[in-house]
């Protein structure tokens, strides 16, 4: 920033001052009284708040005394719509909750009830602070119209088991709806598509081998659900005689283009593999835990140069979509996986939670605030007694926050939520809708 | 409740009406469309709200439409004044953190200071609703003035080492203080006092025998951290040739008045002991977490008969004092601890986080809403997008609800805070001590 000259100043559309901004730029900047200006959705300076104001000349003025402001939290994974399905059938090891009580309910979802459950989703990311997601569910188009409308980012994954499944009875009918999705939101800055085989047990190679040829030709990430727990390392050894990771390797599809959701189940060899084939790992220590998955060497993957994000899962494992609970999980776990007090610290999680994340979404530019890149921002409301006294910000985003200290989210310098206020959704209406979604679900599990 | 008769309704203070009650009674009992009735600080009925309204005459009403009443959360292990040092020094192991941090500063702690920490700590735990704690610390004083201040309910421990010690020159000096910690509260239903040894490595045996003695004749509970972690069990073996519990054994330590915190490292044979001698246990999954210490075989406790409450430890292993993430930590990490998902289920972790730690503070009453017990009650807003749908309401106090839901902390029928409302505290000129206290913390620690 040029604040020697006397040169007038810049227009822009936003000032926001606040106390401290934690950037999470390449130097982990951390600047007190601070400033940034928002021109076009980009952050085009963020630096003392002194300095913004005598180099640009805003249309508005956001004023957050008394608040610090970092970037908008990026979730790795997520199923939106299954927030329809939180807290019905808790305390269910995964293969047995899913058999059992999801997939029977889940496969019977109307738009209808699909949208209260994006709208639940993108009312609960936005309290929380978080600004953008992957997502992984069926009938994608209704996340993904639901994300634009609330003004949320979203990677909308349509997910498809082996074919003929439910849902698409060959591979080209999928295919075809992927290709439909990525063209519905061709022209949306906040939308974008992945493609997204369910898990390595339950689509077969050559299917993920030419899932992956579509996402090479449309030039899209390509995710998948892999080495979860023990109980699916045992299934791939005897389907295939591989464990999950090296399967996956002998087909070519540990790429950079690739994110892979939990590797809880890995072996040293596995990590170094990872790291060699530079794959993204998402991290979901709430889901892998209620779901007794069990606890990921994320030290380990970090150490070994994994790009390692961070994810909530679906609101039936955790049960929040809340990253910032889940950062502290990741950072508290990470300690007793790893026998170190030191081992997954507050950075470390933080960093999971934006640029770790936003290169798993295939979206490397999210995560920071910093010039040039979008103007994703949330700001915590540091009056909560919980955040007091003030020594170190990241700490307190890990480890002291809530989540619900969030006072401000925004996507791309556009205000979603400010004091209690969404600006894009009914929040009141959605209690009513909730309500008769429940009653649905309820109903037609009896069926 | 009469409500068959015609008979005049009896008078009371106050009638609360919300959605739902999760009671906590013995049938574990949770009434839709409710109503309470308090009297002189007491539930005198709770039931379906028409038939409380036709029996009682109150003073004056609280309408929660639109809201869940639960027991307020009853913190079985904290230092509440510890807050001065949250985030001040974290990712590090127990005897580092403690050694070499925390230790040089807090025994130079001055009561002014003491008295920020633990205003703060009463902010959070009213905000977060939690209505009685079991605390250990020095200048217990402060934390019981503080608490009744705030109208909390408090359970004094004025901590001791082997003596002499920078607190106490001798035993003596030490015991004295106590009787008149417990004098000083004689007369304050909110206030009571525990006998409070730091840990079996800290005090030498016949001090704690001692202890023990002082803490039968004043009749009240005797606690010790115990077990703690591997590390501590090994000074144990090296110093006495015993594991911490045993040795706390061999001594007559282990009793229906004794209450243990942590028991991480702690054998089967060890869990029956805890279960013969009717001992209470305090579980505290965010600080064994933080501090590496480790995962507590805390089902295996409950399957054994073992009495277990639950606690958050202080603010700087924690990082928060936040009772609803504690259940959810142990709830969570319950299950890879016992490589079983129906591990610490969500009721095992509410029933930890009401009546379990009702009994390792001595108070049995708490922890519970029924008619003849102390109205301490708290109300969730169910407005909150991470509290949609409901399928059942203890999931969602466990694993849904982050804490800051809570729109209503009462104790004793006095309201403590209502709507973002402090009753008993000025928290906008907290943060001002609070940014003082942080100066005087790191220049102490500089010296």
Redesign the interface.
Known sequence: MNNTTSSAPEACDLIIRADVVVTQDDARSVITNAGIAILDGLVVEVGEYAAIEAAFEPTSRLDLA?KMLMPGLVNGHTHLPM??F???A?????M??LEDHIWPVEFQLTDDMLTIGAQ??C??LI??GCTSFLNGYFHEAVTGDTASACGLRAVLGEGFFHFPSPHFPTAEDCWSTIRNLKSRYDSNPLIRTAVTPHAAFTVAPDELVASFELATELDVPWQIHLAESTAETAICMEKYGQRPIPLLHAYGLLTDKTTLHHCVDVTDEEIALLADTKVNVVHNP?S?????S??SPVQKMLDAGVTVGLGTDG?SS?????MF?DM??A???G??RH?????V??QAALDMATRGSAKCLGWPELGRIEKGYPADIIALD?????L?????HV??AV??A????VCMTMVGGEILYLYEDFKTLD??A??GE??R??KWI?STAKK
């Open positions: 008394g927030t329809l939180r807290g019905y808790d305390d269910l090891p995964l047995e909750w639940i989703g009312a609960e309290r929380t709430g892998n835990l209620k779901l007794c069990g606890l609101a955790n049960n929040q979509l809340n609970r502290a999980l950072a508290l776990i300690k007793v026998n170190d007090a030191s081992a610290n507050a540091l009056s909560y007694p919980n007091m006294p003030v020594y170190n700490s307190h480890y002291g809530t989540g619900m200290e929040v009141k959605l209690r909730a309500l979604a429940s309820l």
